[in-house]
């Protein structure tokens, strides 16, 4: 029986959604439930996960790619039982990652697989190459919006290319910031309507949905997880339910067209 991590992206058309702050809280609870936990920080030009956490790491995925540094001396861990890979912020190079850095990323990430019981992937939003490419190699796609026209419009357009391009069909959707379920559910169809209308095999499982939470707010600001401040809020009672369902994806067993990380023992398995 081939032993995987189960590795998830979290995902946007449009920046702003909160999908940091998601991610970053529902590593936080998957460790409270018994989960080894790697967050990998995938907006490589633009890193933002130790900067919601308060943390200073002094090497990131550059150094993998450009000074030969090995992956461990990259991983950092955090002070809530879960190990993140930092990116670098500011630097052009980082934006579209060439065919071979991909590749060794991949290779790199293999050392891995015995060690970590579930991998986190924090896309940058929208559809450049590297948001499509690890969402690629992730084997769901946890799509976030908020209850406005752009960021479904925008998460429409997310689902559209990797359906069309990569023939990506199974998506996960949270709605964040909204002001009551009904809101929330009322978004999620309206994504469902377009995709069934326009995307023809396309399937989105509602996850779950995350309330405005004034908590949440001050969490971002005093660079600390919700879940660790407020740990009795709606906001984080809604992340640990999301967090409940994601303990329930089974780890799939073969490849789905598309690279994916942890490969490896995919094809030797098959």
Same mark, same amino acid.
Not at 144 to 156: F, G, I
């Given at each position: 029986?081939?032993?995987?991590?189960?590795?998830?992206?979290?995902? +946007?058309?449009?920046?702003?959604?909160?999908?940091?702050?998601?991610?970053?809280?529902?590593?936080?609870?998957?460790?409270?439930?018994?989960?080894?936990?790697?967050?990998?920080?995938?907006?490589?030009?633009?890193?933002?996960?130790?900067?919601?956490?308060?943390?200073?790491?002094?090497?990131?995925?550059?150094?993998?790619?450009?000074?030969?540094?090995?992956?461990?001396?990259?991983?950092?861990?955090?002070?809530?039982?879960?190990?993140?890979?930092?990116? +670098?912020?500011?630097? +052009?190079?980082?934006?579209?990652?060439?065919?071979?850095?991909?590749?060794?990323?991949?290779?790199?990430?293999?050392?891995?697989?015995?060690?970590?019981?579930?991998?986190?992937?924090?896309?940058?939003?929208?559809?450049?190459?590297?948001?499509?490419?690890?969402?690629?190699?992730?084997?769901?796609?946890?799509?976030?919006?908020?209850?406005?026209?752009?960021?479904?419009?925008?998460?429409?357009?997310?689902?559209?290319?990797?359906?069309?391009?990569?023939?990506?069909?199974?998506?996960?959707?949270?709605?964040?910031?909204?002001?009551?379920?009904?809101?929330?559910?009322?978004?999620?169809?309206?994504?469902?309507?377009?995709?069934?209308?326009?995307? +023809?095999?396309?399937?989105?499982?509602?996850?779950?949905?995350?309330?405005?939470?004034?908590?949440?707010?001050?969490?971002?600001?005093?660079?600390?997880?919700?879940?660790?401040?407020?740990?009795?809020?709606?906001?984080?009672?809604?992340?640990?339910?999301?967090?409940?369902?994601?303990?329930?994806?089974?780890?799939?067993?073969?490849?789905?067209?598309?690279?994916?990380?942890?490969?490896?023992?995919?094809?030797?398995?098959?």
């Amino acid at each position: 029986m081939t032993t995987l991590p189960l590795v998830f992206s979290v995902t +946007s058309g449009k920046g702003g959604v909160g999908k940091t702050s998601i991610a970053v809280n529902l590593a936080l609870c998957l460790v409270k439930a018994g989960k080894h936990v790697l967050l990998l920080d995938a907006d490589l030009g633009l890193a933002n996960v130790d900067v919601l956490l308060g943390l200073t790491p002094q090497k990131n995925l550059f150094h993998l790619f450009h000074e030969e540094v090995i992956l461990s001396d990259i991983l950092f861990p955090t002070p809530y039982g879960f190990s993140i890979l930092p990116a +670098s912020s500011g630097m +052009s190079k980082m934006l579209t990652l060439n065919t071979g850095q991909k590749l060794e990323l991949l290779e790199a990430m293999d050392d891995l697989e015995n060690t970590i019981d579930c991998m986190i992937v924090d896309t940058g939003a929208g559809i450049s190459d590297n948001v499509l490419y690890f969402n690629l190699a992730a084997q769901y796609r946890l799509v976030v919006l908020t209850p406005e026209p752009t960021s479904l419009t925008d998460a429409y357009a997310l689902i559209k290319v990797l359906k069309l391009n990569h023939g990506v069909e199974h998506f996960k959707v949270i709605v964040n910031m909204a002001p009551d379920v009904r809101v929330a559910k009322d978004m999620f169809l309206r994504l469902h309507l377009a995709c069934d209308h326009f995307l +023809s095999g396309v399937s989105l499982d509602f996850v779950g949905s995350i309330p405005r939470d004034l908590a949440m707010r001050k969490a971002v600001v005093d660079q600390l997880p919700i879940c660790h401040t407020t740990p009795g809020g709606p906001a984080c009672h809604a992340l640990q339910a999301i967090s409940k369902t994601i303990q329930t994806w089974d780890v799939p067993e073969n490849l789905d067209g598309n690279i994916k990380f942890f490969w490896k023992k995919l094809l030797f398995h098959n």
